[in-house]
């Protein structure tokens, strides 16, 4: 008989980056030793795939005959500790696999190792048979200048071509050699270009260095005006940071359009962050990710997935316009990254550093309520003052017919540009129309894919979705009743706005700022040079130019729709109008010449509109807070959303109308729905939406997870669970 439990197989658990529920076992080879956080190469299938070592036990659920062994240990630092703690919170908390969190932080190209790379030196013992033409003698001396250089660049310095490199390490005069990498970024200098700072600055800057110096875990808000210096107050925690030989990330909404961040960054520091973003290609992904694992990239500035780069001495985390709905990742893991880097600092020890001139409800809640600390910048840098904003009211003060600028706001542009400075209008919509109507049969173009209605780009010539990216070109006759010359646009965009501001202003030049005249870093960077050197008078925008932007030749604001993100019921609708509108103002004025700001709008009673015009946000969030406390609706109570998507509109209700029946019925747990998603059809998917509400002390997961248990979801039935949810499309 054989004895097959003589020695049991040593077993590891391996976490892969795949939707599995958990780790999986393997077989630890002989002479192979293995520490938690290894990645390891590991057979899956008919694959072999790449893993981390984890924490938990083995299973020991799959017999020793089934074993796979490990394949070998990746020549890469070992995820670290805080890193693993983190993936696995960031499961349980959004109910997501752990592999499909793991798969974010292992992006598998970012683990590739960069090619070796080889450079030439002079033999040691050159034989002495071996000629020297004045080519080759020029070779040996930028050799004695400098050794070794790559091919390219000995060719260069000799004046040779590469055959004569390739002839004379042929005939043994040079020889080929390994060479070591210059580190991927260079250490930023935290006393580069210090800025003399205001004494409210210094006192703020003063606690948050003392945050980083305590390497201990701590949230601070640092709240401050428009223009008040809050950059230049988080850049000295980063200084701290560097000091003390650790690793700072700071997270930014949008960081391919944070061309002007980076600009600063290097005037301070002398050199650029490390940048981690969705559209960086495989080489710099891979740098930046190995830098980073090493510990060698000492800043990282990124959108969301950079908090799931495996920092290994990770020192301070700063969340730049914390309020911003775009922190929210929407598909895939649906996770708040805001919410996430707090977590992030938590496991790393680390302060994390919130900041905004318009906090999110919940931030200055967790101040009232001692959870947060609080720094104030209340005055503008430089004695700048916080522009005037005033409303004017469309229904005293129409625009003409057909047009969407009031006399009053077109006689303030006007000013303006005759007093040689900048104008921006803002409206937060794309393209020229939001509807196009028959004006024979009333027919409205809409999206096949989508409950949406086609978006009119005359540009483009096109009629295009802006949720799915379905596009049509624009007909010449109605396609329901054939009439000719009936279709007539609707509303307007930013290009109907650039239009109309054409006639009133002719001799200005424009700019259009929209995501789809800026497409990336590059373009963002040359049109805020040319607004800073005055080569623009008037800039039209969507809300990319909300952020971050400083134009000091920038002294009026007219917002063209002021209402535009009051409709639509959702809970946060009038937090995100004032903190949007507030920023928008915030490009006004921020030199010696002041600013004003004009909200064209049909509602000027309202909170929203009071709230802007005096100035006074505290105010508002605290309306706001009046109102969501009774229901325990965020922050005050806790959220989560279930959408249901199915191809057709009967799979879809019966998949709901079963989640419906399983919902948790006890004491203040209420579940709203299902109902039909406002978006009811996207991308040609059938949505269902149903919302559980609990007090703030009880957990969701534990509901969801029993209530999701309780419900058999048939094929082809999508279930995404989305906690704290802030779209409600
Ligand atoms: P915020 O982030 O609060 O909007 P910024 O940090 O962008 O403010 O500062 C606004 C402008 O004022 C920037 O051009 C910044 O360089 C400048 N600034 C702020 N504080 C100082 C300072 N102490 N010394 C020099 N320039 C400053
Ligand atoms: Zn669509």
Redesign the pocket.
């Known amino acids: 008989m054989k004895s097959r439990r003589r020695k049991n197989i040593p077993r590891v658990s391996v976490l892969l980056p795949y939707p599995f529920s958990g780790p999986l076992d393997y077989a630890v080879p002989d002479g192979l030793s293995l520490k938690p956080g290894d990645i390891v190469q590991v057979p899956l299938s008919n694959r072999r795939v790449i893993g981390v070592v984890w924490d938990a036990p083995p299973l020991n659920a799959i017999p020793e005959a089934r074993l796979k062994p490990i394949g070998r240990i990746l020549e890469v630092p070992p995820l670290p500790a805080s890193m693993r703690r983190f993936v696995d919170w960031v499961a349980a908390y959004t109910l997501a696999a752990p592999g499909e969190v793991l798969a974010m932080s292992l992006k598998a190209n970012a683990l590739r190792a960069e090619p070796p790379h080889y450079g030439w030196q002079p033999a040691e013992t050159p034989p002495a048979s071996a000629r020297l033409t004045p080519a080759r003698e020029r070779v040996l001396a930028a050799l004695a200048a400098r050794a070794p250089l790559t091919t390219a660049e000995l060719a260069q310095a000799a004046d040779v071509s590469r055959s004569v490199l390739e002839a004379m390490a042929e005939a043994g005069l040079l020889v080929s050699v390994k060479l070591s990498r210059a580190p991927a970024y260079a250490l930023p200098d935290p006393n580069h270009a210090r800025?003399?700072?205001?004494s409210e600055?210094r006192d703020a800057a003063q606690a948050l260095r003392q945050a980083v110096a305590a390497r201990k875990f701590s949230v601070t808000l640092l709240e401050?005006?428009?223009?008040?210096?809050?950059?230049?107050?988080y850049f000295e925690a980063i200084a701290e940071c560097i000091r003390l030989g650790r690793q700072a990330l700071v997270l930014l909404p949008e960081i391919a359009l944070s061309a002007q961040w980076l600009e600063?960054f290097v005037a301070r520091f002398g050199t650029e962050p490390a940048v981690w973003h969705s559209e960086l290609g495989a080489a710099a992904r891979r740098r930046a990710w190995r830098a980073t694992a090493e510990g060698t990239a000492r800043v990282v500035v990124g959108a969301r997935s950079a908090l799931f780069l495996p920092f290994p001495e990770l020192g301070l985390v700063v969340v730049d316009e914390e309020h911003e709905a775009a922190f929210k990742q929407e598909d895939g893991v649906i996770y708040h990254a805001r919410d996430m880097a707090i977590v992030r600092a938590r496991f790393a020890e680390a302060p994390a550093v919130l900041?905004s001139?318009t906090p999110s409800l919940e931030s200055v809640t967790n101040v009232q309520a001692g959870r947060y600390r609080h720094l104030a910048?209340k005055e503008?840098?430089?004695g700048a003052r916080l522009p005037q904003v005033a409303a004017i009211d469309l229904r005293a003060e129409p625009p003409q017919r057909r047009r969407f600028l009031s006399p009053k706001l077109i006689a303030a542009v006007r000013e303006t540009l005759a007093k040689g400075e900048q104008a921006m209008l803002f409206l937060n919509r794309r393209g020229y129309a939001p509807l196009t109507l028959c004006r024979a049969c009333g027919y409205r173009f809409a999206c096949p894919n989508c409950t949406a209605w086609l978006v009119e780009h005359r540009m483009r010539r096109e009629l295009l979705c802006h949720h799915c990216g379905h596009t049509q070109p624009m007909p010449q006759a109605c396609p329901n009743c054939g009439a000719e010359h009936s279709l007539v646009p609707i509303g307007p965009g930013v290009e109907r706005i650039t239009e109309e501001a054409a006639e009133h202003f002719p001799e200005a030049k424009q700019l259009v700022m929209a995501s789809d005249t800026i497409p990336g870093p590059t373009a963002a960077a040359e049109a805020a040079r040319a607004v800073i050197e005055g080569k623009v008078n008037l800039i039209i925008g969507t809300q990319i130019v909300a952020k971050?932007w400083?134009f000091p030749l920038l002294t009026l604001v007219g917002v063209v729709d002021a209402d535009l993100g009051l409709s639509g019921g959702d809970l946060r609708a009038a937090e995100r109008t004032v903190q949007l509108l507030y920023q928008v103002a915030?490009r006004a004025g921020?030199a010696q010449a002041p600013g004003r700001v004009f909200l064209q709008t049909y509602a000027p009673e309202h909170p929203v509109m009071q709230a802007l015009v005096a100035g006074d946000l505290g105010q508002f969030l605290e309306c706001e807070a009046a109102a969501r406390k009774p229901g325990h609706w965020p922050p005050f109570g806790r959220l989560a959303a279930l959408i249901v998507s199915a191809k057709t509109a009967t799979e879809a209700d019966a998949a709901a109308a079963a989640l419906g029946q399983a919902a948790p019925r006890m004491a203040g747990v209420t579940v709203l729905g299902p109902a039909p998603a406002p978006l009811a059809v996207l991308r040609g998917w059938h949505r269902r939406r149903l919302l559980l509400k609990t007090p703030r002390e009880m957990m969701v997961q534990p509901l969801l997870r029993r209530w999701l248990s309780a419900v058999a979801v048939p094929r082809g039935v999508r279930i995404a669970i989305d906690v704290d949810p802030i779209s409600f499309l």
């Open positions: 800025a003399d700072l205001s600055q401050g005006v428009p223009g008040s210096g809050k950059t230049e107050v600063r900041v001139a910048l503008r840098h430089a971050g400083h915030g921020r």
